[in-house]
Antibody
Framework: EVQLVESGGGLVQPGGSLRLSCAAS????????VHWVRQVTGKGLEWVSS???????YYADSVKGRFTISRENEKSSAYLQMNSLTAGDTAVYFC???????????????WGQGTMVIVSS | DIQMTQFPSSLSASVGDRVTITCRTS??????LNWYQQKPGKAPKLLIY???SFQSGVPSRFSGSGSGTDFTLTISSMQPEDFATYYC?????????FGQGTKLDMK
């Protein structure tokens, strides 16, 4: 079964750091780009960051300089290192697999269940 | 950034109704437009990619159309499992952006 499982969310104080993980299974991880998308409770979806299978990385302006995306193909995993967190980063964070060429690399065809990040003192 | 305007923001419908959701982009994106369905407490699910192509397993009552700046998602006959929130998303360029969402609830 094709699957993504996020972990690492939790409660962190403003200014703190957190590292999210996304474990993939059921497909050849190294062939696919990976995205992180977040959603404030009751609100819409916001793209956060992407890492290509070439290791090129992309970030939303709202997290640039604070968040770092990475991947370890040997572990079929992707990560999102989040530093200097603020209350505005409180959200559910989803990792998502990018579609193959036909579907589009900027499409999100497989999603994890999400992990909650709460930034509060 | 490409701005996405999705409407209506909410819609009440009955089983069997035909429903149309519209998404407008701030500049032309060719057909690089996707539609997602999200149910409460769940991750979004890709329904339509490239404006009109079905993701595997998506029922044929869903259809997408449009190109350039104007796109629509149509559900030809609402089923109970279709009551959810729907989002459009452009994949034309980074930063990828989503519409604000359309919540379909039961009339």
């Amino acid at each position: 079964e094709v699957q993504l499982v996020e972990s690492g969310g939790g409660l962190v104080q403003p200014g703190g750091s957190l590292r999210l993980s996304c474990a993939a299974s059921g497909f050849i991880f190294s062939n696919f780009d990976v995205h992180w998308v977040r959603q404030v409770t009751g609100k819409g979806l916001e793209w956060v960051s992407s890492i290509a299978n070439s290791y090129d990385t992309y970030y939303a302006d709202s997290v640039k300089g604070r968040f770092t995306i990475s991947r370890e193909n040997e572990k079929s995993s992707a990560y999102l290192q989040m530093n200097s967190l603020t209350a505005g980063d409180t959200a559910v964070y989803f990792c998502a697999r990018a579609g193959a060429a036909a579907v589009g690399y900027g499409s999100f065809d497989i999603w994890g269940q999400g992990t909650m990040v709460i930034v509060s003192s | 950034d490409i701005q996405m305007t999705q409407f209506p923001s909410s819609l009440s419908a009955s089983v069997g109704d035909r429903v149309t959701i519209t998404c407008r982009t701030s500049r032309s994106i060719s057909n690089f437009l996707n539609w997602y369905q999200q149910k409460p407490g769940k991750a979004p699910k890709l329904l339509i990619y490239s404006a009109s192509s079905f993701q595997s397993g998506v029922p044929s009552r869903f259809s997408g159309s449009g190109s350039g700046t104007d796109f629509t998602l149509t559900i030809s006959s609402m089923q109970p499992e279709d009551f959810a929130t729907y989002y459009c998303q452009q994949r034309y360029t980074v930063p990828y952006t989503f519409g604000q969402g359309t919540k379909l609830d039961m009339k």
